[in-house]
């Protein structure tokens, strides 16, 4: 409702303290307003004549008569404000005698507040609106129909026209005899288009697309009718809105061309198209809902592996733990392949513009892997060009990603050498660079007639590959759309036997220089000891395993939990209890974590601390998901499995303030 708009109101209520009560509501409700009053049936008859209001208010019982009759008479009058009833009963069928009668809502006196009234007007003032609408474009309509008639008869192709109801309005006489000859029936102005076309294979198809047009758009479609003898012929057929002088769209103009000669075999084409359209959608869906599943108890598995690294096991011990460690890691590389995966074909993937530093990155990149390589008595060496710079602005995650990729599938096949990562400056500009990342190895090398096809979905080299070294056949494809979905090249040259080189060009934006305080700062926070002093945090989760995982590591770091298995619970903590901090689940039953977090921010309820730091926990990485969050009023989100580093970053960043010693 437009708050500046002053609306004009007529009150009928033969109660003097009625009509102050009435009053009384309006002014609570904030909405402007001049109110009229009348207490007698035939000095409203008067009034209602005289002026025009937004809405009128008619008590049901005045002397002498009742709101229903004086309900009949101001509509005989053609009275075109909607109509509301007041009474002190509460009497179903007045309401339904009301409705009938033209009224657009009853509500006793005894329920009326503002916030009821408020209601009231605005689906009023909806109603009139509408109404208004309504009659604008039947008047448009009008004017479009005398236009357009004078072009019907001056072409030789099929024209034409409904209105909203899909009824006929206009059209020529091409259209008239092409509709006798192909269907046996002649259309009439006012029929609406089932009757014409009844059950006409093509009929739903034609509906569709004038309801599509109904709604602003242009559209075509090819058309096929068949004759009584057998004989099929095809229209394009296209379709345009007729718009009013206010731009609402009153009906549509439809213009057919006869293009029999086309190839039948055009209407097999597009059913393919959408065929693999539903088909990619399916399996887009299929792949992100089943990571989304397996994510969750996966944050239990490492979660508990994380744990039990810390504590003093034996020898063999260690030995089975990492193996279980290292399967599980290996296992989340993969969920994550398929997820990336989904992302990227359903187009849902972005891309982070930030700070970073391109050394510390490599630096960390190789650290991950030289374990490994050292495991397989392979060297890895890094060689970055003294001219790229530290600084740099971009995605590193991505990066990161796409690196992880390469390095990874090198180091897996490659027995014996060496493996390296090089990145040498392409081009310099003002504010950005071009950078080429190269990663060779001395491995098995890949088949010349294998090359074209490294980078598609779900293949590899070798039909064996899966079986001997593992991995979903994504990887590769991951990567390609990531280097290209960030404007840049991937390349491969590789030879049987003697190894392969990955090589991609990206163009990054300089970035700015940390200063040594900033990195101090860093190296402070990695060293510190983690210690909440018995803060409080209350955990929302409906898994008990991730509530035992979560409870584990919190507990390392001196954090006393509370535990609510859904958001009613979480709700009725919270407003019993002080806490920090809230770490909250998404998908719960009872009440979901995005349905607590509105009940929290409200301040009408009972929450102690309606700013309370929020950090969802989630196995959905999504992008949207993560918009979703944010905007629902949480402050962070952490995904599942849970990374320690990031769960203790977020937390001090959010309620180590709230510390309670």
Known sequence: MNQDLTLRLFLVDDDEFDAMAFDRALKKSGINYTLRHCNQA?????????????????????????????????????VLSPIAILTSQGDEKIAVEMMKAGAFDYFPKNELTSESLS?????????????????????????????????????????????RDLRFTAFNSVFRNTTIELLGRAPEIGSSITETFQSHENLNLLIASLKKTLGGEHVSITEEFGTPEGIHNYYDFMFSPIT??????????????????????????????????????????????????????????????????????SEKQLENLKSIKYSADNLLVIINDILDFSKIESGKIDFEQINFDLYSKVHE???????????????????????????????????NQILLNLLSNAIKFTKEGYVSLGIQLVKQKKDSVSLEFSVSDTGIGIPKDKLAHVFESYTQAYTDITRRFGGTGLGLAITKQLVEMQGGVISLNS???????????????????????????MVADLLEKRDFEGMRVLLVEDNPMNQFVANQVLELWNIKVDFADDGLQAVNLLQENDYALVLMDLQMPVMSGYEATAFIRDRTNRARNPE???????????????????????????TKPLEQNDLYSKIKMHALKHVNV
């Open 42 to 78: 035939t000095k409203a008859l008067e009034i209602i004549q005289e002026d025009e209001f937004d809405l009128v208010f008619l008590d049901y019982q005045m002397p002498g008569t009742d709101g229903l009759a004086l309900l009949k008479r101001f509509k005989s009058l053609g």
């Open 119 to 163: 209601k009231i007007i605005r689906a009023g003032l909806r109603l009139r609106e509408a109404e208004l609408k309504k009659q604008q474009a039947e008047r448009a309509l009008i004017e479009n129909n005398a236009k357009l008639n004078a072009i019907l008869e001056s072409t030789n192709a099929m024209v034409f026209s409904v209105d």
């Open 244 to 313: 009013a002088a206010d731009s609402s769209v009153s009906g549509v103009v439809v213009y057919g061309k006869d293009i029999t000669e086309r190839k039948r075999t055009e209407w097999e084409i597009l059913e393919s198209k959408l065929e693999a359209e539903r088909t990619a959608k399916a399996k887009s869906e299929f792949l992100s809902n089943m990571s989304h599943e397996i994510r969750t108890p996966m944050n239990a598995i490492i979660g508990l592996s994380e744990l039990l690294l810390k504590e003093n096991l």
């Open 365 to 399: 990149i190789r650290k991950t892997f030289v374990f490994k390589a050292e495991e397989k008595g392979i060297g890895l060496k890094v060689n970055i060009d003294e001219r790229v710079p530290q600084f740099l602005s971009g995605d590193p995650f991505r990066l």
């Open 495 to 521: 030879e049987v036997g003697k190894g392969t080189t990955f090589s991609f060009v990206l163009e990054l934006n300089k970035g700015v220089t940390e200063s040594a305080g900033d990195i101090s700062d």
């Open 612 to 638: 309370i730091p929020i950090i969802a926990l989630t196995a959905d990485a999504f992008p949207e998901t993560r918009k979703k969050v944010m905007e629902s009023g949480m402050n962070d989100f952490v």
